[in-house]
């Protein structure tokens, strides 16, 4: 199955943050599982590190995406 990542699901998981639902994180942790994640979630994390609502930042998205 594809799943479409947004931003929170995204940030949250890659922070450890509880507010995730359980089956996002599952999905999310499951390696065979197909993402998609839109270039404009992306963007979203850029702007929340420069804002500093976040501690990721781009990079570190892109290592973990890898």
């Known amino acids: 199955m594809v ?4 931003n929170h699901a995204l940030v949250w998981f890659l922070e ?3 507010k995730l639902g359980r089956r996002a994180f599952k ?3 499951n ?3 197909k993402l998609v994640i839109p270039s ?3 963007a979203e994390v850029k702007y929340l ?3 500093g ?3 990721l930042s781009l990079e570190s998205v892109f290592e973990a995406i890898e």
């Open 16 to 18: 450890g943050n509880e």
């Open 3 to 6: 799943h479409i990542i947004d």
């Open 27 to 29: 999905v999310l942790k």
């Open 40 to 42: 404009i979630v992306l």
């Open 49 to 51: 590190s420069l804002k």
């Open 53 to 55: 609502r976040t501690r």
């Open 31 to 33: 390696s065979r599982e």
